[in-house]
């Protein structure tokens, strides 16, 4: 089940690019009430604060009830940034709005049937999950998933100084925004042409 130990593992295939596009629209939602997250959020995974003016660490904290309803409610991201020079900053985006902008890094798995066991890996990643069938392999890879993304984000200027590991960020980020009950299908996303079946 656990990931591979080598950061520098020149097999990991880069993460699909983010489209161009201008507004992204949640499928239950009118687009009218959807916001540039795209813009705001670049694909080195840095804020665009320039997108609208940023809130102070005081207003923000006496605020707090109505600076949560326009991220969730209106769909408008906040921006919140200590007043000493802009240098630190936070953003509060609707998660459902953060997941659905994200959509297009998917997490590509590969299912292998040996000796009457299951693997199912996600080689970008250098992640495996075993088991006796296929349901607990994926369970076993979920799990593996998820301590791999607690360590990224626990480590996070560490992986992005690393060149096979930076470009994990989204993808992750993504998995992160999304409800852990549903987290699972995430890993459910792979096209058959993907899946590969070995004797």
């Given amino acids: 089940m656990r990931g591979t130990d080598s950061a520098e593992d020149?097999?990991?295939r880069s993460s699909p690019a983010i489209p161009p596009i201008e507004r992204v629209c949640h499928p239950r939602r009118h687009c009218g009430s959807t916001i540039d997250l795209l813009g705001l959020i670049g694909q080195d995974g840095r804020v665009n604060k320039r997108q609208q003016p940023a809130m102070g660490y005081a207003d923000a904290k006496a605020g707090f009830s109505a600076m949560v309803r326009r991220a969730t409610q209106e769909h408008s991201p906040v921006v919140i940034e200590r007043q000493r020079g802009g240098q630190e900053g936070v953003v509060v985006v609707d998660r459902d709005d953060l997941a659905e902008a994200?959509?297009?890094?998917?997490?590509?798995?590969?299912?292998?049937?040996?000796?009457g066991g299951y693997s199912i890996g996600l080689e970008e990643f250098g992640l495996h999950g075993t088991g006796s069938t296929f349901e607990e392999a994926l369970a076993d890879l979920l799990d593996a998933l998820r301590a791999y993304a607690d360590d990224y984000f626990a480590q996070l200027e560490f992986y992005r100084r690393t060149p096979n590991r930076a470009k994990h960020y989204l993808p992750l980020l993504r998995f992160?925004?999304?409800?852990?009950d549903k987290q699972l299908d995430l890993l459910l996303e792979t096209e058959p042409g993907q899946v590969a079946a070995a004797s």
Avoid: D, K, Q
């Fill in 10 to 12: 020149s097999t990991y």
């Fill in 102 to 115: 994200l959509r297009e890094h998917r997490f590509e798995t590969e299912v292998f049937i040996e000796g």
């Fill in 176 to 180: 992160r925004a999304t409800p852990a």
